[in-house]
């Protein structure tokens, strides 16, 4: 029987409203891609062909240190409204913007010739990256019903990888040496003014493009309240810096000064090593501190955001295993670059070309192929089966380090020249580097798209904003701090037990997910379905 007029219109306004706030999700996955390429591996890339050594390489890796804490000024986007576009497009436009000036002010900047300065660059960019982020979340997250919130993550890693191929594997093509001796080729400086002028244009499409959002009935707090416990814990947080800086050295070199002297690390890794060791213990001693200063600042919006979430069941635990499961992916992946680069001795294109270009590709394929699982075999299924892929992912790593290149046979990649892409010359695809880069991309970009899918689930709708960055940050944990550490640990133990560490961390996630499957399961229930049944 046919369906009334009335009905079937209903039926494909629906429909093109979903696939709509499809587009929407793809739209601001790349919007969030782009700029963390820019402060992870593009960076990383800039960094090496520059002459910078590994270790600081991976020290600098810390620039990406406010997408941990983004959770503390994520209140402020819960608590107040830019005027004239609203809450979440309003902070959407402002920090676009201010992200087009960062990177063009970093293009001017050189790595080599001003560490520091080049450095804090980094550091603003990544700071407002992550304000992007924080209201990119929680836009996503109260746009996308429960039932959509698997195949939109999968569509957010989409558009997420397709600005990593842009700044990331086309970028890496483009600086090619070759491809400059070519006259084709770009400088980093020009790159980084190309990605300016692509957050420019993502402004203008976030003001005119994307829908509003239906008003959530909130309970807003006092606004000086807010305000002065932002900068309450802004104090607490520099002033635990400076007391870090200034005992965390000594007290870290007379920890662990026994243990290095009879030990034969060449003395610059020693040195890694306490500084890596003072580092935890700045950061042992300020969170607590910032956690002090919210309380007695009245922090309302961070502190109730934080009570609505810790009230539910398992939260602790859940923080846990946010930190654990993509723990050993970061791992492996945090110097992915000076890996293939230096140690492997791939060129700049082959790079650009298999572990950016194909392999983002590949985690596109990943992202979609485990979106469209998730409508199958549930949450807790998938974020489990995704895991042990990840995990065994990283032995691929080990393979290639202790075997080396040209051990399985390649490919020959053509010169090609696409108008807004070229490659001078004929590139050689290493058939082991393919393999590798092919399974881990593909492993990963289903891992990616069964967490988001589940980040999304734990959120309350009146706190967005606080409780995903809160989530979020414990995400980027493994790929922010592991930096330092890599970079020590690769140097000191060597490639190949480098990567079996990396395996080995990926572990722990998976014996918590195993514990934690009751309650993981109860998240893949729509309230409001469930509501209508009853």
Not at 506 to 512: D, F, H, I, R
Request: aromatic share 12%.
């Amino acid at each position: 029987m046919p369906l009334p007029p009335s009905a079937a219109v209903a039926g494909r306004t629906r429909r093109l409203a979903t696939l709509y706030r499809a587009f929407i999700v793809t739209l601001l996955g790349f919007a969030s891609g782009l700029p963390l390429a820019l402060t992870g591996q593009a960076m990383q890339a800039w960094l090496t062909l520059d002459g910078v050594d590994i270790a600081t390489i991976g020290f600098l890796s810390l620039v990406g240190l406010p997408y941990t804490f983004k959770f503390l000024w994520a209140p402020l986007m819960d608590r107040f409204d830019p005027p004239w576009l609203g809450r979440r497009r309003g902070w959407l436009v402002v920090t676009q913007l201010a992200l087009a000036g960062a990177l063009w002010v970093l293009a001017s900047v050189s790595p080599s010739g001003s560490i520091q300065v080049f450095a804090l660059l980094a550091v603003a960019v990544a700071f407002i990256a992550a304000s992007q982020d924080v209201v990119i979340d929680a836009y996503r997250t109260d746009l996308l019903p429960k039932p959509e919130r698997g195949l939109g993550a999968s569509l957010n890693v989409m558009g997420y990888r397709l600005a990593m191929i842009l700044s990331g594997g086309i970028a890496l093509i483009w600086t090619d040496p070759a491809n400059a001796a070519s006259g084709h080729g770009w400088t980093w400086p020009e790159v980084y003014r190309f990605m300016a002028a692509v957050m420019a244009g993502a402004a203008v499409l976030s003001a005119l493009a994307l829908p509003r959002l239906a008003v959530v009935e909130r309970q807003l707090t006092v606004a000086r309240n807010d305000l002065i416990g932002f900068a309450a814990v802004l104090a607490a947080v520099a002033l635990g810096y400076l007391v870090s800086d200034r005992f965390g050295p000594p007290i870290a070199k007379a920890l662990l000064g026994p243990l290095l002297e009879g030990s034969s690390l060449a003395p610059t890794l020693q040195k890694r090593w306490v500084d890596l060791l003072a580092l935890m213990l700045g950061i042992a001693f300020t969170l607590p501190l910032a956690a002090w200063a919210a309380r007695r600042a009245r922090f309302e919006t961070l502190l109730g955001g934080l009570r609505d979430y810790f009230g539910q069941s398992g939260a602790a635990a859940f923080l846990l295993f946010i930190v654990l499961y993509k723990l050993g992916d970061a791992f492996a992946g945090s110097l992915m670059t000076p890996f293939l680069l230096k140690s492997m001795a791939y060129s700049s294109a082959e790079v650009g070309v298999v572990n950016k270009l194909i392999g983002l590709w590949l985690t596109i394929g990943g992202a979609l192929i485990g979106g469209l699982l998730m409508l199958k075999i549930g949450l807790w299924r998938a974020l489990m089966l995704f895991g042990l892929l990840q995990m065994f992912s990283n032995l691929g790593f080990w393979w290639l380090a202790v075997n080396g290149r040209d051990v399985l046979p390649g490919l020959t990649l053509p010169a090609f020249d696409w108008g807004f892409i070229q490659l001078a010359q004929a590139t050689p695809v290493d058939g082991g580097l393919l393999m590798v880069i092919a399974f881990e991309n593909l492993s990963g970009g289903m891992g990616t798209a069964a967490f988001v899918a589940f980040l999304m689930g734990l959120c309350n709708q009146r706190f967005t904003a606080t409780q995903f960055a809160l989530l979020s940050a414990f995400a980027s944990v493994g790929r922010v701090w592991v930096g330092p550490l890599a970079g020590v640990l690769a140097e000191s133990i060597g490639w190949p037990s480098f990567f079996i560490v990396s395996t080995v961390l990926a572990a722990p996630a998976l014996g918590m997910l195993w514990w934690l499957r009751a309650p993981v399961r109860a998240l893949e229930v729509d309230p409001r379905a469930a509501a209508t049944n009853d």
